[in-house]
């Protein structure tokens, strides 16, 4: 069973910072797989923010064009974790950020973590 939980969400002010964490555990192979963080907003659907790639792949990266020079997505195999730092926040950021592994059984998420970014 693949458990993937997102922690590091909160409340922010515009240009502040966060970094959020997701940790897996279970039957996972953790460094071969590609992961992402994934976020939607009230009335929008989920959209891709960030994703990285396997040891097999050298951990490639590749961002949503809105977050690019503000976020970067890093992981850390030896503790089954992967990273999002979020910077120079804007209230467009505001949304639920979950955590997705790629698997050939299927698409694993976490439960999600808030961030909202507001003055």
């Known amino acids: 069973q693949v458990q993937l939980v997102e922690s590091g969400g909160g409340l922010v002010q515009p240009g502040g910072s966060l970094r959020l964490s997701c940790a897996a555990s279970?039957?996972?192979?953790?460094?071969?797989?590609?992961m992402g963080w994934y976020r939607q907003a009230p009335g929008k659907q989920r959209e891709l923010v960030a994703a990285?790639?396997?040891?097999?792949?050298?951990?490639?990266?590749n961002y949503a064009d809105s977050v690019k020079g503000r976020f970067t997505i890093s992981r850390d195999n030896a503790k089954n974790t992967i990273y999002l730092q979020m910077n120079s926040l804007k209230p467009e950021d505001t949304a639920v950020y979950y955590c997705?592994?790629?698997?050939?059984?299927?698409?694993?998420w976490g439960q999600g973590t808030q961030v909202t970014v507001s003055s």
């Open positions: 997705n592994v790629e698997m050939i059984s299927g698409d694993y």
């Open positions: 279970g039957s996972i192979f953790f460094s071969i797989y590609t």
């Open positions: 990285i790639t396997g040891v097999a792949s050298g951990g490639d990266t």
